[in-house]
């Protein structure tokens, strides 16, 4: 198959186009610059798949009336070491904004605090979510449950989304600790990538139409049953995510998806759950030189590395190149514009 044509984007015209995409779509500014920033640092650390591919989809939940573009959450303390929101139907990354600051405080003042949301949307990394956070000296975890298309172990239809989880800590004189994946064997967008650039994936991902294990990301995403990470310690992930997710925070179940399929959405509002820890709390005054020796003793052990590391490679390379953009997804968003 011959190679797709590109063109190659700095990171400022990336955020421009995805800046015109969202608010064409009916965004507000504040909404549309924050999401914009959040595909652009996903095509510079990457996944990708995250980044500039996810602009239709977002624009589709806008055009549909499936997301609110002008959401104002609100934002209500409801223990000492809990913050619950309602995110207006909007995206949770506006909830999680207008609560950082009360959030960090918190966790400074009892040593760890949460902050969840439910009638919100999420496709982004959630990686973005936790960083801020690890920037700020403290642990982060961070979960949201999505549109059910996992099947649990051994069984046969969908149960769980591919409910990613995130996780970071600072790093004394480096940039933070920080990853994030998803409980399947592999997201949704990287399934959906794989079919638009015509190669398969590199393992058994999901089921075929005979309910075979598959690498055909096409036949996959015909069943939309997707399979987890570790069998059945990925599916029992899955299960944790959804009760943290969406049964905490009272968001919808994956498998509750009368609404999405109503607008033709890719995601449910499900719930998100957000645990912040200050180490300073803990009573371990030598923290920072656990986390450094953990990262030692991986740093230079063969070809392993420090989870979440591959993206600060990819971040300066594309801020010193910029990226590659197939010609054919420039111009569907450009006819977004």
């Not at 063109?7 to 549309?32: C, F, H, I, K």
């Not at 480096?174 to 398969?200: F, T, Y």
Request: proline residues 6%; negative net charge.
């Amino acid at each position: 198959m011959a190679e797709n044509s590109t063109e190659t984007l700095s990171l400022d015209e990336v955020r421009a186009l995805a800046n015109s995409v969202l608010v064409t779509a009916g965004m507000n500014p504040a909404g549309s610059d924050l999401i914009a920033d959040i595909v652009t640092k996903s095509e510079r650390d990457g996944p990708r798949s995250h980044g500039l591919r996810m602009l239709p989809v977002y624009a589709q939940s806008f055009t549909s009336g499936y997301a609110n573009p002008s959401a104002s959450p609100t934002i209500e303390r409801i223990a000492p070491g809990v913050l619950r929101a309602d995110g207006d139907n909007g995206y949770y990354q506006i909830a999680a904004a207008a609560a950082r600051a009360e959030l960090v405080a918190m966790t400074h003042e009892q040593g760890i605090a949460a902050f969840t949301c439910a009638n919100c949307h999420h496709l982004a990394g959630l990686r973005f979510d936790t960083e801020p956070l690890a920037e700020a000296g403290l642990v982060a975890f961070a979960v949201v449950n999505s549109l059910s298309m996992v099947v649990p172990q051994g069984g046969v239809r969908p149960v769980f989304g591919t409910n990613p989880m995130s996780f970071a800590c600072p790093r004394v004189g480096k940039q933070p600790v920080v990853w994030d994946q998803a409980s399947s064997m592999v997201a949704l967008m990287d399934i959906r990538m794989a079919a638009a650039e015509g190669h398969d994936l590199p393992r058994p991902a999901g089921l075929d139409t005979e309910g075979q294990p598959s690498v055909d990301p096409n036949a996959i995403l015909e069943t939309r049953s997707l399979l987890p990470f570790g069998e059945h310690k990925g599916a029992a992930i899955a299960f944790l995510i959804e009760v943290m997710g969406a049964a905490l925070s009272g968001g919808t179940l994956s498998v509750d998806n009368a609404d999405r399929e109503a607008h033709g959405a890719l995601n449910i509002k499900g719930g998100n759950t957000l645990i912040a820890i200050d180490p300073k709390r803990f009573g371990n005054t030598g923290f920072d030189d656990y986390v450094a020796r953990i990262c030692a003793e991986i740093e230079g052990n063969g070809d392993a590395r420090v989870p979440g590391d591959g993206r600060l490679r990819n971040r300066a390379a594309s801020e010193a190149n910029g990226v590659s953009v197939s010609a054919e997804l420039l111009a569907q968003l450009r006819g977004l514009q």
